[in-house]
C-alpha cells in the first residue's frame, strides 16, 4: 500500500513536504511519483523518480518550485513543494510504477500500476 500524508492548508509562498510511504512490500524496484487532480479538472502529473534514486521528472510549471526525493531505507518518497501557489490546490497522490512518455521533449509520467490514496493540499491566497 502507498500512504500519502503531509498535505494541509498554507497560504500563498509557503511551501509544504508531502510524504508517500509504502507498506506491504518494497517498491525499491520501481519509479515512483506524483500526480494532482483540482476539482472540475483532469489529473496532472506532478513529479517522478526512477528507481533506486535515479533521475527526477517534473511537470509543466513545478520545476524549479517542487523537489522529489526517496529514501529507499525508509520505503518513502517525498515532494517538497515551495513557493505554493493558490493554482497548486488539489488532491495529491503518490503513485508506483509509472508509465513513462515524452510530451513536447520532456519526459512525463501518464499513469501508474500503483496509487495509494491522496491528501488534500490548499494553497490560500
Known amino acids: 500500500q502507498l500512504q500519502a500524508s503531509g498535505g494541509g492548508l498554507v497560504q500563498a509562498g509557503g511551501s509544504l513536504r508531502l510524504s508517500c510511504t509504502a507498506s506491504?512490500?518494497?517498491?525499491?524496484?520501481?519509479?515512483m511519483g506524483w500526480f494532482r487532480q483540482a476539482p472540475g479538472a483532469e489529473r496532472e502529473f506532478v513529479a517522478a523518480?526512477?528507481?533506486?534514486?535515479?533521475?527526477?521528472y517534473y511537470g509543466d510549471s513545478m520545476e524549479g518550485r517542487f523537489t522529489i526525493s526517496r529514501d529507499s531505507a525508509k520505503n518513502t518518497v517525498y515532494l517538497q513543494m515551495n513557493s505554493l501557489k493558490p493554482e497548486d490546490t488539489a488532491v495529491y497522490s503518490c503513485?508506483?510504477?509509472?508509465?513513462?512518455?515524452?510530451?513536447?521533449?520532456?519526459?512525463?509520467?501518464?499513469?501508474?500500476?500503483?496509487w495509494g490514496p491522496g491528501t488534500q493540499v490548499t494553497v490560500s491566497s
Open positions: 503513485a508506483a510504477d509509472l508509465d513513462f512518455t515524452t510530451r513536447g521533449g520532456a519526459v512525463v509520467a501518464g499513469g501508474a500500476n500503483y
Open positions: 506491504g512490500r518494497t517498491y525499491s524496484g520501481y519509479s
Open positions: 523518480i526512477r528507481r533506486r534514486g535515479g533521475a527526477t
